[in-house]
C-alpha cells in the first residue's frame, strides 16, 4: 500500500480518487444505504425510502451507479413492466467500508462532545 500513488494528477492514476469518483454526489451513498438496508427494490419504493431525492436524480443516480457495476438493474418484460434495482457484488464490498467510515464518524462526534 505504501507504493500506492497518494495524489491525483495529470495522468496518474489515486486509487482513492477514482473510488470517490463512483460514490460522490449527495444521492449515491443514501442510495447503496437503502438497497443494503431494503434489498431488491422497485424503482417506487426506493424513491420513497429516499427521502427528499426527486425523479430525475433518482433517475440520473441509478444509471450511473449501474454503469459504474455497483447496482444491478433488473427490467421484468410482463404487464406492467417493471424493474427491479438491487446491489451488485461490487456495491456490497463497498458496505464494509461504509461502516467502518460510519464508526470513524461516531467517535469523531463523540470526541466533540465530550
Known amino acids: ?17 477514482y473510488s470517490l ?6 444521492w449515491k451513498l443514501p442510495i447503496i444505504w ?25 433517475t440520473s443516480s441509478l444509471k450511473e451507479l449501474e454503469q459504474d457495476g ?5 427490467q421484468y418484460n410482463v404487464m406492467p413492466p417493471h424493474v427491479e434495482y438491487s446491489l451488485a457484488e461490487a456495491g456490497r464490498k463497498l458496505l464494509p467500508v461504509l461502516d467502518e467510515l460510519a464508526k470513524w464518524g461516531a467517535e469523531l462526534a463523540q470526541e466533540k462532545m465530550d
Open 21 to 26: 469518483s463512483l460514490i460522490g454526489g449527495k
Open 1 to 17: 500500500m505504501k507504493d500506492m500513488i497518494i495524489f491525483m494528477g495529470d495522468n496518474v492514476f489515486c486509487p482513492v480518487t
Open 70 to 74: 455497483l447496482i444491478e438493474r433488473v
Open 34 to 58: 437503502v438497497l443494503s438496508q431494503c434489498g431488491t427494490l422497485r424503482f417506487n419504493e426506493l424513491k420513497k425510502k429516499t427521502v427528499g431525492i426527486t425523479n430525475m436524480m433518482l
